[in-house]
């Protein structure tokens, strides 16, 4: 039977560690770091910090660890998975320079390029002289990305010249030499598609996703981790996510091997569907948080074997269901992402009815109850057959508990609205 340790402290891990114990291979599951809603019998938290890579090498070699799974970008960028293959340890992902695809929005815009890969036209700028040449050039919005890992925070929407030149003055006398990226503004549905990526470009696509990124209802408010998702997401057909595997996925993973370094692990793929089709918003190099909670409860088959086989580049056996909708709601401190009070009271499992999941991010116990200790606090999840009775569920439950955390009240409202226009 094999022991996992699977990297990251949220709700993605938490659905992580439950998914993989549904295989029957599998005995135990250890998250690391972890947190304290983690309370099933089989799943152990282990307190090693998330950017401490040798502890987690260590912990992986002295608990004989069968497979580690990452869950969250920060261990991918530094370098997690290069340790561990030098440690001759199991896991799936994205090598240090690999993971550059998310580590760097640059990095990112050239593998695009050199795919041919439709994206917004972008210049990287260094300086407030080179950043005022092209913003002349720009009409408005535009957008602004600032290089390197920022959780959701390093994206700009500019309306105006004024709030341009604002920013630009701002960014340079406090940080010369910053790198930026200037991008053009693009419209249209957003959705996520994860790519399972093993040896030989073996890949497992997932069902796409909805993310809900901005804080408030009808998407106003600042950019969050997601604030919600949906999936599948019927509005996008399948001759679009075709053309997406075609001429967005397949090319970046070729460009990826033919440079000498294959990509692996997962690959999220931000999408945005244009007036003139799919375009690439983002990449991430891991599952989205909350979408994983949508995405893993989906599987019909043993995600185990299904990371097995793709790090042996074997075509898994698998499925995905097709018949239901899963819709998941976050839960969190009402101050997020500005001002993270804690310790409000979590619902417990046995709070909820039934047939609604709960996947706890950030919570502490105290005594028998759990208390919040950051921004997201769990994810609420449901599957029905119309996503009307999955809202319905979630909803009334989050509506008549009297929480004093905060949520979004309209996830999956666009396809809540796609399924009665299409009855
Ligand atoms: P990112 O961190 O690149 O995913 O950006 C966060 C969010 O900003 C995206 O999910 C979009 O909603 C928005 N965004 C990013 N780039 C663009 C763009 N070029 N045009 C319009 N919206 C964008
Ligand atoms: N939900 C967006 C992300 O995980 O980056």
Redesign the pocket.
């Known amino acids: 039977m094999a022991k996992i340790l699977i990297i990251g402290a949220g709700a993605r891990e938490h659905i992580l560690a439950k998914t993989f114990l549904k295989s029957p291979q599998v005995d135990q599951v250890f998250v690391a770091p972890g947190n304290e809603g983690m309370i099933e019998e089989r799943i152990k938290i282990v307190p090693i910090n998330i950017d401490d890579l040798k502890g987690m090498v260590d912990f992986a070699k002295k608990g004989n660890i069968d497979l580690t799974f990452v869950g969250s970008e920060e261990p991918l960028v530094l370098g997690i998975v290069d340790e561990f293959k030098k440690a001759g340890l199991k896991i799936l992902g994205p090598n240090k320079t690999a993971a550059q695809l998310e580590g760097s929005?640059s990095f990112a815009k050239s593998i695009l390029k050199e795919a041919k890969v439709p994206t917004?036209a972008f210049s990287v700028v260094r300086s407030l002289s080179e950043a005022r040449r092209v913003l002349v050039k720009h009409d408005f919005p535009v957008?602004f990305?600032l290089d390197g890992l920022?959780a959701?925070k390093?994206?700009s929407?500019i309306s105006s010249c004024q709030q341009a030149e604002d920013y630009i003055v701002n960014l340079y006398k406090n940080n010369p030499n910053t790198k930026l990226l200037i991008?053009?503004?693009?419209?249209g549905p957003?959705f996520s598609l994860f790519s399972l990526v093993g040896k030989n470009n073996t890949v497992v696509h997932t069902p796409i996703a909805q993310d809900h990124?901005r804080r408030f209802d009808g998407d106003k408010g600042r950019?969050t981790g997601g604030m919600g998702a949906y999936s599948p997401v019927a509005q996008i057909s399948s001759a679009i996510l075709e053309k997406v595997i075609k001429s967005i996925v397949e090319p970046v993973l070729k460009v990826m091997q033919d440079k000498g370094n294959p990509f692996t692990g997962v690959l999220y793929t931000?999408l945005?569907l244009t007036k003139s089709g799919p375009k690439v918003?983002?990449f991430n190099v891991r599952f989205g948080d909350p979408e994983a909670q949508v995405i893993l409860p989906q599987l019909k088959g043993d995600f185990y074997q299904m990371i097995i086989d793709l790090i042996d580049g074997r075509k898994p056996l698998i499925e995905w269901q097709k018949k239901e909708i899963y819709l998941a709601v976050v839960i969190a401190a009402p101050g997020y992402p500005d001002n993270v009070e804690k310790g409000f009271p979590t619902p417990l499992l046995d709070d909820l009815p039934s047939d609604l999941q709960i996947d706890y991010a950030a919570v502490k116990k105290n005594g028998h109850n759990l208390i919040s200790s950051g921004g997201r606090v769990a994810t609420i999840v449901d599957h029905a057959k119309k996503v009307q009775l999955a809202q319905k569920d979630v909803y009334s439950y989050l509506d008549r508990s009297n929480l004093q955390l905060a949520y979004r009240h309209d996830i999956a409202n666009q396809l809540a609205k796609f399924e009665r226009d299409n009855q």
């Open positions: 929005k917004a957008v990305k920022a959701g390093g994206v929407i991008e053009e503004f693009m419209q957003e990124k950019n931000g945005m918003v983002e």
